[in-house]
């Protein structure tokens, strides 16, 4: 009997400290969805903890209470963001019938995030450059990177596979290939260049079927 109170009691401490931890990841979460702005808009180097606060609604003290630093704080940003990044084509990929179907929606959802969040892809990159000289962002920064790269090969491969072919390339060189344009269109996209989203759409276009 003392054995399955003891038990009991056990289950419960447990599935306390379960409810505890969400609690908390979930508020880190909302932290960082209320930091995202700021980091986009100013960026690593130029971003502090107190900065941070001051364009939110949450106090200095809150955001060190739940992070250990403004690189923490970053990366869960990043992280938070890119999650949803990665799903962002899937609906897509999964209703194509057609390559022309797949895309048209593939490169309608790809100029929309480079219009709409361009600061947050900005903030990913910073925060990928500053990986080469902060540890603490380096198994983060490869993670991520690892999901980008399985975003794009869902697409190269659906598109492949509705033409009865295979990609022509590995995951990795896919990845570098399609994330090479997009920095540079993203970067001509914040420069002011107004002809950037089409070139980098109208170079998509011609790109898929040479690799797929």
């Known amino acids: 009997m003392a054995r399955q109170v003891t038990g009991a009691a056990r289950r419960v401490a447990d599935a306390a400290e379960v ?4 609690k908390f990841n979930a508020r880190r979460i909302e932290l960082a969805e209320a930091a995202l702005e700021t980091l986009g808009e100013l960026g690593f180097a130029r971003t502090s903890l107190r900065e941070i606060a001051q364009n939110s609604a949450f106090t200095h003290g809150v955001f060190h209470y739940y992070f250990s630093d403004k690189l923490d704080l970053i990366c869960c940003c990043v992280r938070h963001y890119k999650a949803k990044c990665v799903t962002r084509y899937d609906e897509v990929v ?32 910073d925060l990928r450059s500053q990986a080469m000289f902060e540890a603490a962002f380096r198994k983060d920064v490869l993670e991520i990177d690892k999901s980008l790269e399985a975003m794009i090969w869902r697409i190269a491969f659906r598109y492949a596979e509705l033409g009865g072919n295979r990609p022509a390339s590995s995951p990795a060189a896919l990845y570098a290939l399609f994330d090479g344009l997009f920095q540079s269109a993203l970067l001509k996209h914040l420069a002011g260049d107004k002809t950037a989203i ?8 011609r790109l898929l079927p040479t690799v797929c």
């Open 198 to 205: 089409a070139e980098l759409l109208d170079e998509v276009r």
């Open 19 to 22: 409810l505890r931890d969400e």
């Open 94 to 125: 999964a209703s194509a019938t057609s390559r022309a179907e797949l895309t048209e929606g593939f490169l309608a959802k790809l100029a929309a995030t480079l219009q709409n969040e361009a600061r947050m892809h900005r903030l990913w990159y």
